[in-house]
């Protein structure tokens, strides 16, 4: 894992979907025994322009990222979340944003087709680049079947 002078990092992408939850839980589990910190990252992208028209409203988009990513760790973790999971809001696609937090991490954890509130920060296609791409290992994490938290 990591260098004896660091401490260990493990990324989580995170978009709200139950199968990025789910990551946050797993990723906290990994990290106790490890005592590794555990950086949660959200990203969020403006809309994409067509033709020279601006489209009204946008402002809320990293406002909106930003509220997902509390609610996320709060299903994770409830009101007292650990002290050493980190939170991290990016501007960016997550694909890029994601492979690219990887090169300093030691373990990157997404969630598998998470369709969550803020639609297309971690779809399939972005778990998929991840496991082809990152620098580092990747686990991906399934929406428990019964729902519960395990």
Same mark, same amino acid.
């Given at each position: ?13 995170? @978009? +709200? ?14 990290? $106790? ?5 555990? $950086? ?19 402002? +809320? ?52 087709? +998470?369709?969550?509130?803020? +639609? ?25 079947? @019964?729902?519960?938290?395990?």
């Amino acid at each position: 894992m990591a260098a004896d002078n660091q401490a260990t990092r493990i990324v989580v992408g995170v @978009d +709200g979907s139950e199968a990025s939850v789910e990551a946050l839980r797993q990723a906290q589990r990994l990290a $106790e025994p490890l005592h590794a910190e555990v $950086e949660a990252m959200a990203c969020w992208e403006y809309p994409q322009m067509y033709d020279g028209y601006v489209m009204v409203g946008i402002e +809320g988009f990293e406002e909106r990222a930003r509220q997902i990513l509390e609610e996320s760790i709060a299903k994770a973790f409830g009101p007292a979340k650990p002290p050493h999971v980190k939170t991290r809001l990016v501007q960016g696609a997550a694909r890029s944003t994601l492979i690219e937090a990887s090169k300093g991490a030691d373990l990157l954890v997404v969630g598998r087709r +998470g369709h969550g509130g803020f +639609g297309g920060l971690l779809l399939g296609s972005v778990s998929s680049a991840c496991v082809a791409h990152a620098r580092c290992p990747v686990l991906v994490v399934h929406t428990p079947v @019964d729902g519960s938290k395990h």
